[in-house]
């Protein structure tokens, strides 16, 4: 979403034209392994428990730009190590 926004609102760029690239450069397992790379990384920078602050870690991912389906479906399948 925020490169969505990016490049249509701060480049200009035509909305259909963007959302076409990101579709091609972007799938649905990459963003996936991202989500859950960046909701571990935040979460061992500010050792918080994945069980108990889940609702921070999955803020934080919205403010990321990820869809909140990906942010339920990475936080609800979690494993805990």
Do not use: H, M
């Not at 960046?38 to 889940?54: G, P």
């Amino acid at each position: 979403k925020k490169l969505l926004y990016r490049l249509t609102v701060e480049k200009g760029v035509d909305r259909r034209i963007a959302e076409n690239v990101l579709a091609d450069v972007v799938d649905d397992e990459f963003e996936r392994e991202r989500c859950v790379e960046i909701a571990k990384k935040y979460a061992n920078r500010k050792r918080l428990d994945i069980v108990a602050d889940r609702q921070k870690i999955g803020a934080y991912l919205y403010q990321k730009g990820f869809d909140g389906s990906l942010i339920n479906e990475t936080l609800g399948t979690w494993d805990v190590d």
